[in-house]
């Protein structure tokens, strides 16, 4: 699965932000079968889980972003996004989109998100 990202940008401590991620050359059934998410890294730090989201629409969120972020798709148009808000300097990273089924991974081209303070 070829995934594209976009979005992201420079925003204040406090204010909002989305990122979206599109498969557009996966076929509908190839991306419902996939488990979808976001992942970020800042400077001099691993890569880390953000949020998931199941083709049925399940979400997981990792305990930093809880309650802040949330994360969505539209299977129909292989689209999943992440609508950010409360975003704090601590959120700077480059954001990748992810999409997972069974041992195998595809990541998109990463988006910055800078947040100043």
């Known amino acids: 699965v070829q995934l594209q990202a976009s979005g992201g940008g420079l925003v204040q401590a406090g204010g909002s932000l989305r990122v979206s991620c599109v498969a557009s050359?996966?076929?509908?059934?190839?991306?419902?079968?996939?488990?979808m998410g976001w992942y970020r890294q800042a400077p001099g730090k691993q890569r880390e889980l953000v949020a998931l989201i199941t083709a049925s629409g399940t979400t997981t969120y990792a305990d930093s972003v809880k309650d802040r972020f949330t994360i969505s798709r539209d299977n129909s148009r292989k689209t999943i996004s992440l609508q950010m808000s409360s975003l704090k300097p601590e959120d700077t990273a480059v954001y990748y989109c992810?999409?997972?089924?069974?041992?195998?991974?595809?990541w998109g081209q990463g988006t910055q998100v800078t947040v100043s303070s």
């Open positions: 992810n999409a997972k089924r069974g041992q195998t991974t595809s």
């Open positions: 050359r996966a076929i509908t059934s190839v991306f419902n079968s996939h488990v």
